[in-house]
Structure formats: C-alpha cells, structure tokens
Nanobody
Framework: QGQLVESGGGSVQAGGSLRLSCAASGFTFRASSMYWLRQIPGKALEWVSSITPDSISRYYSNSVKGRFTISRDNAKNTLDLQLDDLKIEDTATYYC????????RGQGTQVTVSS
C-alpha cells in the first residue's frame, strides 16, 4: 500500500506562504498519480490538487487555483505543495494521498492561517 509522511505545515498570517512536502515509500511512486487533500474538523476530506506521474498534467480545485502549486520529484519520491496567498479558509489538515479518496494517505500536517 505504501507509506506517506507529510511535513511543512505551520501557522501563518493571511497572505503568507507555506510549502508542504510528502515523502513516499513502499510503492512505485514514479508510476502513481498523486494527490493533496485537506480536511477541516467535522467536514469531509476535500480534494485540493493532483499531479500525473510525469508531472505533465496538474489539477487544482477552484478554491486554490492560482495560489497553490503542486510538484513532484520522482528521483527523490517526494511530492510538494506550495501554498501562496493563504486565506483563513485554507486552515485545515493537509494530506498527501495515493488515491483521490484518501484511502492511502499520510498522517497529515496542520496549516493554520490567521488574520
């Protein structure tokens, strides 16, 4: 199934930036589309962004398009998410996932945006 470990979360003021990273192991990362999801307590997992194995195609939810950038390094088995122009409503736990529904995901990293 694989293992995913996120890092890079933290607290930032609105308008600020963070970079999240995910280290993958135990599966063929270079052959897998990868996903970032997020969750606010009490709410369902929300898809944020996706990237194909070759990085050619990248997709974003409407709520983050133009502000977040997904990238990957297949040589290092890492997945990143650059978060710019953060808004209070971006506050959530962010998960790196192997599946769009989050069946295989990491433990999450908290992002808190304040005014």
């Amino acid at each position: 199934q694989g293992q995913l470990v996120e890092s890079g979360g933290g607290s930032v003021q609105a308008g600020g930036s963070l970079r999240l990273s995910c280290a993958a192991s135990g599966f063929t990362f270079r052959a897998s589309s990868m996903y970032w999801l997020r969750q606010i307590p009490g709410k369902a997992l929300e898809w944020v962004s996706s990237i194909t194995p070759d990085s050619i195609s990248r997709y974003y939810s409407n709520s983050v398009k133009g502000r977040f950038t997904i990238s990957r390094d297949n040589a290092k088995n890492t997945l990143d998410l650059q978060l710019d122009d953060l808004k209070i409503e971006d506050t959530a736990t962010y998960y790196c996932a192997k599946d769009v529904d989050g069946t295989v995901r990491g433990q999450g990293t908290q992002v808190t945006v304040s005014s």
